[in-house]
C-alpha cells in the first residue's frame, strides 16, 4: 500500500507538469478472467500506468507466479489515504460515478474526515459514451488533480480508456463500489474478516447478484495452477 501510494503521488506530479493522464486499475480474479475474453477491457488494462492487486486471487497468483506481492491493495482502503495526502498538498479530487446523490455523500465525508481536503466535484453521471460530453464538460471546470471513477468494472476501465486523451486529469483511478461505502450506502466488511480476507464473502451476503460475476473463481485457480495467467 506505501508503494502504491507513493507510485500514485508521483504521477499526479508527473501528470501535472506533462498534461498527461496516468489510468490505474484495482485488479482482482474476476477482471483477470473477462480481460481475457474481452479484447476492449484487456487493452484497457494493459493501457493502465499502473494495476493493482485488489482481489486476494490476485496476490495468490502473483506469488505463485514468482512476483514479489507483498499484500492486497484494496481500492476502498486505498482511497482514505489519497484523500490524506491530497489534502496534505492541496490536490483536489473530483468524485465521479455511483447512483445519484453518492458521489457528493462521499465527497462530505472525506472532507469531514481529513482536514484542509477540498474535493473538486462530484456528479454521477454514466458510463454511456453518449453522456461523456456532460462529465467530461464537468472535470474540465473544475481541473481536479485525482479523478475517482466509481461505475464498476469493466464501465469504470472502458470509460477512462475511451476519454483518456480527453480528461486531462493527472490520474484516473476505477474504484468500483468504493463511493457507495463513503456514503454509507453499502457497509463494508468488519475488519476482522478484512484481515482475514474474507471481505469477498461479506460482499457476497450483502450482494447475491455477485455470485454470478464470481462463477469464474474455479476457472481462474485452474488457469493459474497450469500456467502464467495472461
Known amino acids: 500500500m506505501t508503494e502504491a501510494l507513493e507510485r500514485i503521488e508521483r504521477m499526479i506530479a508527473e501528470g501535472a507538469r506533462e498534461g498527461r493522464t496516468h489510468p490505474v486499475a484495482t485488479v482482482n480474479p474476476e477482471f483477470v478472467m473477462r480481460a481475457r475474453r474481452d479484447e476492449r477491457f484487456g487493452a484497457a488494462l494493459e493501457g493502465s500506468a499502473l494495476n493493482l492487486a485488489d482481489g486476494i486471487g490476485v496476490v495468490w497468483a502473483m506469488r505463485r507466479q514468482g512476483c514479489p506481492q507483498v499484500e492486497r491493495v484494496s481500492g476502498s482502503d486505498l482511497v482514505p489515504l489519497l484523500a490524506r495526502s491530497c489534502a496534505a498538498r492541496a490536490w483536489r479530487p473530483f468524485l465521479l460515478g455511483a447512483r445519484p446523490g453518492v458521489a457528493e455523500a462521499a465527497a462530505l465525508r472525506l472532507e469531514s474526515e481529513h482536514p484542509g481536503l477540498r474535493v473538486a466535484g462530484a456528479h454521477a453521471g454514466s458510463p454511456r459514451p453518449e453522456d461523456d460530453a456532460e462529465s467530461l464538460r464537468l ?12 461505475y464498476g468494472a469493466p464501465e469504470q476501465e472502458l470509460w477512462i480508456a475511451r476519454n483518456r486523451a480527453r480528461l486531462r486529469v493527472p490520474v484516473a483511478i476505477g474504484v468500483g463500489g468504493t463511493l457507495d461505502f463513503l456514503a454509507g450506502r453499502v457497509r463494508r466488511a468488519p475488519r476482522w474478516m478484512r484481515r482475514a480476507q474474507l471481505e469477498w464473502l461479506w460482499r457476497l ?15 481462474f485457480v485452474l488457469a493459474v495452477l497450469r500456467g502464467p495467467v495472461a
Open 139 to 150: 472535470i474540465a471546470a473544475t481541473r481536479p488533480d485525482l479523478l475517482l471513477v466509481a
Open 205 to 219: 451476503a450483502l450482494q447475491p447478484s455477485r455470485a454470478r460475476r464470481m462463477a469464474v473463481l474455479p476457472a
